[in-house]
């Protein structure tokens, strides 16, 4: 029988997100000759969108004045009122501050389950199975799905290296209107805020020494940014940090921080949770230093060191001051 | 304004991740729990309204583990209200569980917001701030840092996190469930003796939880620690070794000149 595979499009800043493009790859890895893959669209196409929407069979652009502004519940319930649950097998979604909003709640909506934090889709026979990533990427866990309607919301990075099949036709295209009563008006969008600039901008930098919880203190940033000084580099850490108020949020790297591809990223006393490896995985090399030699940002470093970062530092920049003065 | 907070244990990421010989869940005796550090912004976000538009301040939770000290911590902060819900069950429950419990209870609490961590690190089959919010059907914006009175009476303003450290200043009509990432400000400090303190003072109501839980809405085949598929080379040696490697490398690939 023949079943759709919706993906509701993310649009943020006027362009579609890598990760409704991973969403769209999983569709299609994941969908048999006779199943549709749609991709619903919240307002105009934007321009250079459709390379990612020539992976669709149908794309569905929703109109009327409000819909393309980033309102998750009221997304979330056009996206149950137009798609019919019966017909549709998944609902892939990105895992993202606007994912996060809309996924759950279309599962929530038509009682069907949520699978979150997946990081693998596969079909083995009849039944979807998924794979999450949870405990800031340090388990794992095999969920079979089933053939029941259901929700995912995919990791960023999961599925963007993945190759498929181009399609050998155009999507059919499709306009739908939607009234101002079908637009739920409970949550209003009212305006976007910038941060604030006169810091350093630390997706320029060439070099990054990160610190993320083993910094302990407010008081111990001040090693790292010796370290920093002595490498020609800035300062940055993961969200712990800059939720503490150590740092401002502009120097956060991660899914909601910045998206940072230096030379050298040092991170230090950093775990290595999903949200934060989406930010600097591009990283030309990376060294990795944490007293838990499980941590998984081993996993994405190209060196690492089990150890105390508080002898390390030192260490390190004693022979880096050697090194200059022996130059 | 009456604002519920829901506070949650998860696992301690900290310390090692122990699976059950069956890999079908955590060993949930071999675990430590600490207070999901979303919902601890939770909190603060709370008191952060108390303070500041003398909200009254409700703390929920499930009786599972040491959940009482997190509730003490919560009394010393100055909430005014707390409960607690049974939970006579071997692991904590899950986002649908809470999300059906408080469904049921918030009603009978006369609060129009609910605020709770947008996420726990143990979520994968659900997510109970947004799934509150539907059963519910109230208002819902998620990965919030930060609320603020709106000019209009019966809404609030949300401030949702976007990449970029961007925020998208959202207007929620009451009533509303808030998932907040990070509070306003970071959670306040409060002294053990403090803490000690409530312990002697403070009572909580009991509310009686589900005896009989559900099957989960899909099938948990295997639970496992994460293999490495990808792994560092690790420097080996001394601080004093490991940094002279460092720095060798470092000049090998042109990053120190």
Sequence with gaps: MSRRIAVPVEVYRGQITDLTRECLIAARLVARDEDEVVAYVFGEIPDHGNSALQLADRVVTLENGQVSQPVALAQAKLLCSKLDRKDTELVLVGSSSWGLDVGPLVAAFWGVPLVANCQGLERRQASLWATCRICAGKLLVDVEVGAQTAVVLLLPGSFLRKEVTPRATQPVMEKESVSSQEWDARVRFQRWIEPQR???????????????????????????????EVLGGVVCGSRPVVDQGWLPPTRQVGKSGMIVKPKLYLAMGISGAPEHVEGMKDAELIVAINRDERAPIFHVAHYGIVADLFDVIPALKEALVARRQEA | MNVLVVVRLVPDLVEPLVVT???????WEETALVLNESDDHALEEALLLKEKYQARVTVVAFDFGEIDQVLYMAAAKGVDRIIKISWPHREPPNSLEIAETLAQLVPTLKVELVVMGCQSPTEFLGMAAPQLAAALDWSYVGVVRGLEASEHPEAWKAYKEYPGAVLAEMEVQLP????????????????VSRIRAAAQQTRFEMVEGPRELKEPSAAIRRV???PATAHATMLRGSEEEVARQLVEILLEKGILK
């Design chain 2, 224 to 226: 496992y620690l994460t």
């Design chain 2, 176 to 191: 509303a469930v808030v998932g907040i990432l990070t509070a306003s400000q970071p959670p306040r400090y409060v002294p």
């Design chain 2, 21 to 27: 010989p069956q890999e079908d869940n955590l060993d």
């Design chain 1, 198 to 228: 006169e810091d350093v901008d630390i997706t320029q930098a060439e070099i990054l020494v990160a610190v993320g919880r083993g910094i302990e203190r407010q008081e111990n940033l001040e090693v790292a940014e010796e370290l920093a």
